[in-house]
């Protein structure tokens, strides 16, 4: 996506969010307009205070990675259906949120949430609890202005 973007003649910075995040960050926020690109380093631990986040678009649902220990806790449900409901997809869940936080930290912030997997997608099996996660009805108030999810 970088190499695709940096090709083209943008009239605005393409950044890349890696190894010297403090850097990039400052960057980001010193030119309004900028493209950040951006993987799992900025789910946590980086704040976009305010509008300087129009649009996050998030290619995939933040699923975890699988490795050893999920394996262990897999073992420890019945079927994968039962683990998958019970760990990955609240896991998922929680992920979710944290990156849509990034864009929307007060009241006052705006931002539109683009989620591109198709597994979140309306009459997918995801897209309830997708449309439920960011429209707040887990126990928050759906956000004055949110616009319909599609």
């Known amino acids: 996506m970088r190499e695709r973007l940096k090709q083209r003649d943008l009239p605005y910075p393409v950044l890349t969010l890696g190894r010297n995040g403090g850097h990039t960050m400052s960057e ?5 307009g900028s493209v ?19 649009l996050l678009i ?7 990675m699988p490795d050893a220990v ?20 609240p896991e998922m869940q929680i992920k979710l949120r944290q990156g849509f936080g990034r ?3 007060t009241e006052t912030d705006t931002c539109v949430v683009a989620i591109l997997d198709e597994r979140a997608g309306e009459g ?6 997708c449309a439920d996660w960011l429209a707040g009805s887990a126990g928050h108030p759906q956000p004055e202005g949110c616009g319909a999810i599609h």
């Not at 998030?58 to 975890?64: V, Y």
């Open 103 to 105: 864009a929307i930290r």
């Open 70 to 89: 999920k394996e262990q806790e897999r073992m420890k449900h019945a079927t994968l259906h039962d683990f998958l409901r019970a760990v990955v997809v």
């Open 28 to 32: 980001f926020m010193a030119h309004p």
């Open 58 to 64: 998030l290619p995939r649902l933040p699923f975890p």
């Open 36 to 54: 950040l690109l951006a993987a799992g380093a900025a789910w946590e631990g980086f704040d976009f205070p305010g509008d300087c986040v129009s």
């Open 124 to 129: 997918s099996a995801l897209f309830p609890g």
